[in-house]
């Protein structure tokens, strides 16, 4: 019998986003399975999905790079107090880290006392914020995140992909245990597949969908044009559930085409109504993906039981198999992708066996976040009793 846990949660996420997505239904789930949580984090979040802390946003807007990494340096060592504080004041079994740049405080705080250490590690965050907004601290950014991934007694990073660099930094691999994201069942339950189509127009349609941020990167454009080559009796619709840069493009696209009655843009809708919009999509489409990222929209299709297409490469090939559950493509080539929609648009048989083995492979293969929460505390309380015969000098 697994024994109740008090559980130190620390992060750093000050937005309403995939990021907090994964927080709720994680920590939700310690709950549901008995365990105590205290939570250490940003004290201002905004509560509605898909907003950003305000004040941050004025912060990033008025001051330099350079002065931004250092506020994020100083609020490292305030999260660490609290943490401290914390830990004092409700003496937890074990910490459980989001990891985030320039964020020590986890580490150290297992320095100074011991705890039990596990580090949840989403991304490799000195590469990516160098690659996409720039790093001027990178050199000690990239110290204390090799320092902060080795310190854990436990690293938990989202892919095997990501596995692999946290190796190349030194983490011993026997410290690693991949934890891909996952679903909630609940939210799938009784859905009304019909109500969005309705909504739409979309009944007797063949309806391709995406949902999430949109970038150029994603080339929802090239799906535009192919939509833009059938006649309107028989043609597929496109539906896009969020918002992002590359919205006003495809909607201007569409409107050149002739085709903005075929092209719907849902916008941003609460998570809730996630799994309705997913009801009313036949195909799912995940353009493009950073090669070691877990995208929570690929378990939320393949739980809606949706012919699934995506880019070939190694994080995606963890998830899904081509021709299996999913229909991969070069991500170098997106004329192929082009194929495979049109593939999927003429086989009514190919589009629903992919969407069955989709759907199926979330039991088998346990992409729930009841399943992530049970492993984490399992790897808890190994780590808890070999602590405890085996005591830090």
Avoid at 57 to 79: D, G, H, I, T
Avoid at 126 to 143: C, F, I, M, P
Avoid at 249 to 254: E, S
């Amino acid at each position: 019998m697994v024994k109740s846990l008090k559980i130190l949660y620390h992060h750093r996420v000050a937005a309403q986003d995939g990021q907090s997505v994964h927080i709720k239904e994680l920590t939700s789930s310690f709950k549901e399975l008995g365990h105590e949580l205290i939570f250490v984090g940003p004290s201002l979040r905004p509560k509605t999905f898909g907003q950003q802390n305000q004040l941050l946003r004025l912060v990033r807007w008025l001051l330099p790079q350079f002065m931004q990494e250092l506020l994020e340096l100083l609020y490292s060592a305030r999260a660490y107090r609290k943490l401290h504080k914390a830990y004092k004041t409700h003496k937890p079994d074990v910490l459980y880290e989001r990891y985030n740049l320039f964020l020590t405080a986890g580490a150290r705080l297992k320095a100074r006392t011991g705890i039990p250490y596990l580090l949840e590690v989403n991304a490799p965050l000195v590469e990516e914020r160098a690659k996409h907004s720039g790093l001027k601290l990178q050199s000690y950014a990239k110290k204390l995140e090799v320092t902060t991934w080795q310190a854990a007694d436990m690293t938990l990073p989202v892919s095997a992909v990501l596995s692999e660099k946290l190796q190349r930094a030194g983490v011993k691999k026997e410290n690693i245990t991949v934890v891909h994201n996952g679903i909630n069942h609940r939210d799938y339950a009784a859905v009304d597949k019909e109500l969005i189509r309705k909504k739409y127009g979309l009944e007797n349609r063949i309806v391709l969908g995406f949902t999430g941020f949109l970038r150029e990167w994603h080339q929802l454009d090239h799906v535009i044009s192919v939509i833009a080559n059938f006649p309107e009796d028989t043609s597929p619709h496109l539906l896009v559930v969020g918002d992002g840069p590359a919205i006003e493009t495809c909607k201007q696209l569409a409107q050149n085409l002739g085709i903005a009655n075929r092209i719907h843009f849902a916008g941003f809708v609460s998570r809730t109504d996630i799994p309705k919009h997913l009801a009313a999509m036949d195909v799912a489409l995940q353009p493009a993906v950073t090669d070691y990222a877990s995208p929570l929209k690929i378990f939320e299709y393949m739980k809606s039981s949706l012919a699934i297409i995506a880019p070939d490469q190694p994080n995606i090939r963890e998830i899904l198999t081509h021709r299996e559950d999913a229909l991969l493509f070069d991500p170098q080539d997106f004329a192929a992708a082009e194929d495979e929609i049109l593939q999927l648009i003429a086989d009514t048989n190919l589009r629903q066996r992919l969407g069955k083995a989709a759907f199926e492979k979330i039991t088998t293969e346990n992409y729930t976040w009841r399943s992530n929460a049970e492993r984490i505390v399992n790897i808890a309380q190994t780590t808890i009793t070999e602590r405890e015969k085996h005591p830090p000098p």
